[in-house]
């Protein structure tokens, strides 16, 4: 009787075709289509390469790069009144006005307004059971949590904007809001 040993990769090996990316333009890096990178086949799978793995040892890391820093920067510039540009870093993760239009793989019709995978994948309740109390577990185990997070402050910042267009005392400006509400 013999054991049984599964695979399982403690690094990524997708950091030249990043690289590369990464020299062309960042929205490149941060499209649909890399978030669906196929990495390299294990030994025994049989040539069958995966996509990245939004629950592997290097899940974390994919989140920071496809979810939490262009959150942080979109909070960063709205905090800065940059209204526009934490608008513009907000499409990295969700996008009313266009639909996802990916080649490969096309996002399920219930998430087509969601550029980051992760959200659009279900959750892995263990993150949840190993930290009760932390919301980051929390929203990682149910990823609905961060799409309302995310929808509410897409929607917060077009409210500010708007509100910082109907201040100023001209008169062009004040039909710049009715046109993005």
């Not at 030249?16 to 799978?45: C, G, I, M």
């Amino acid at each position: 009787m013999g054991v049984g040993f599964r695979y399982v990769r403690l690094n990524s090996l997708f950091a030249k075709e990043f690289s590369r990316k990464a020299q062309f333009s960042l929205e490149s890096v941060l499209n649909w289509e890399s978030q669906h990178t196929l990495e390299p086949p294990y030994p025994d799978a049989a040539n069958v390469a995966q996509p990245l793995d939004f629950n592997s040892a290097n899940a974390r890391y994919f989140w920071e790069i496809f979810f939490h820093v262009p959150h942080l920067i979109a909070h960063r510039l709205h905090s800065e009144f940059d209204y526009i540009g934490a608008e513009n870093w907000l499409h990295n993760i969700f996008n009313p006005q266009i639909r996802v239009q990916a080649l490969n793989p096309p996002p399920q019709e219930e998430y087509r307004y969601w550029a980051c995978r992760p959200l659009a994948e279900p959750g892995i309740a263990s993150y949840e059971l190993d930290n009760l109390g932390d919301p980051d577990a929390i929203a990682y185990s149910e990823p609905l949590h961060y799409r309302k997070n995310i929808f509410i402050f897409y929607v917060n910042n077009l409210i500010a904007r708007g509100d910082m267009l109907y201040r100023q005392l001209t008169r062009p400006p004040s039909t710049k809001p009715n046109c993005i509400m």
